[in-house]
T-cell receptor, first 115, second 117 residues
Framework: AQKVTQAQTEISVVEKEDVTLDCVYETRDTTYYLFWYKQPPSGELVFLIRRNSFDEQNEISGRYSWNFQKSTSSFNFTITASQVVDSAVYFCALSVPGGAQKLVFGQGTRLTINP | DAGVIQSPRHEVTEMGQEVTLRCKPISGHDYLFWYRQTMMRGLELLIYFNNNVPIDDSGMPEDRFSAKMPNASFSTLKIQPSEPRDSAVYFC???????????????FGEGSRLTVL
């Protein structure tokens, strides 16, 4: 069975600070995918990134970066120079091949960026 | 392009009543998913369809829940009879096979918030 743990329930920082959201996953599959989704106040989940288990390269997209470490089963997400618009709930998720995208989500981390 | 459209956005009903949630996926998408979000259980996959055919309904909680996709542009999730523990936000998401293979991206609607009194 797959499991995703986001230990940080809520994080609050001041604008322009860097912030890292933690994600730890469990799976016995050797091939799997990891995701991050953002849920803004409007409610819909917005896709941010997917990584596959064979690609441990870190990813950077603007102010966002992701650190994937198989040795610690972690897929952490860092926002650099945070902005108020980054305030949202962020979900880490896991899926395995063989059934479209059956995502197993973590409980989410509510991030508040204060001006 | 229009995104995934869900209705109603909010529904308040009394225990025992039938509830029908509706979803219009993005045109051209051949996969449709129903998720449920609660404080206790987080986001859970209930059922998904491929080309209007239910593929996996193992997440449907019990027989009171049913989902249909009569055509490529419409799906319903029905709860009959509803119970207070069904209170949750229900999300519909869609995607297409090429998108799923390339990036894994699902496109979510804004959700239907259901309150059963």
């Amino acid at each position: 069975a797959q499991k995703v743990t986001q230990a940080q329930t809520e994080i609050s920082v001041v604008e322009k600070e860097d912030v890292t959201l933690d994600c730890v996953y469990e799976t016995r599959d050797t091939t799997y995918y990891l995701f991050w989704y953002k849920q803004p106040p409007s409610g819909e989940l917005v896709f941010l990134i997917r990584r596959n288990s064979f690609d441990e390269q870190n990813e950077i997209s603007g102010r966002y970066s992701w650190n994937f470490q198989k040795s610690t089963s972690s897929f952490n997400f860092t926002i650099t120079a945070s902005q108020v618009v980054d305030s949202a709930v962020y979900f880490c998720a896991l899926s395995v091949p063989g059934g479209a995208q059956k995502l197993v989500f973590g409980q989410g981390t509510r991030l508040t960026i204060n001006p | 392009d229009a995104g995934v459209i869900q209705s109603p956005r909010h529904e308040v009903t009394e225990m025992g009543q039938e509830v029908t949630l509706r979803c219009k996926p993005i045109s051209g998408h051949d996969y449709l998913f129903w998720y449920r979000q609660t404080m206790m259980r987080g986001l859970e996959l209930l059922i998904y369809f491929n080309n209007n055919v239910p593929i996996d309904d193992s997440g449907m909680p019990e027989d009171r829940f049913s989902a249909k996709m009569p055509n490529a542009s419409f799906s319903t999730l029905k709860i009959q009879p509803s119970e207070p523990r069904d209170s949750a936000v229900y999300f519909c998401a869609s995607s297409q096979i090429r998108k799923i293979l390339n990036t894994g991206e699902l496109f979510f609607g804004e959700g239907s918030r259901l309150t059963v009194l």
